[in-house]
C-alpha cells in the first residue's frame, strides 16, 4: 500500500471539494433510505456521513495551515450551490423524520389506549360472571 494515497486513518486522499461530493451523495442517501424500512441502512449512512465531516473538518484544517488565503470550497460559486442543495434535502430530511416520529407516536398512543381498554374490559367481564 502506498502511503503516500492515503491520510492518517487510512483513508484515500480527497479533496475538500471530492470529500463535499461524497457528503452531497451520502445526503441523498440517506434522504432515499427515509422512504424504505431500512433503519440499520439509514444509521449506517448518518454514521458515515458524521466520518465525512470531520474529514472534511480535518481536510480544511490543512488548507488553512498551508495557505491561509486559499478559500474553502463552500466559498466558491460551485461549493455554495451544494451547500443549498445539502441544506435542501437536509430540510426534507428533517420534515420526514418528524412525520415518522409523530406516527410512532400517535401509534403507541393507540397501542396504549387499546391495551388499557382490553385489560379494563376483560376485568368487568369477569366481575359479571361472579
Known sequence: MNKALYDSEGYPLRSEKELWHDYLFLTKEIHKSLDGQEGEMLLELLNQREEL??????EQEKIVQQD???PFFLKTEEGKKFFYDIKALNDQITIKLRQQ?????Q???VSRAYE????SMAGMHMDRQR
Open 53 to 58: 465531516q470531520k474529514r472534511i473538518e480535518a
Open 68 to 70: 491561509p488565503a486559499t
Open 101 to 105: 416520529s409523530n406516527k410512532l407516536q
Open 107 to 109: 401509534h403507541n398512543e
Open 116 to 119: 388499557g381498554a382490553n385489560v
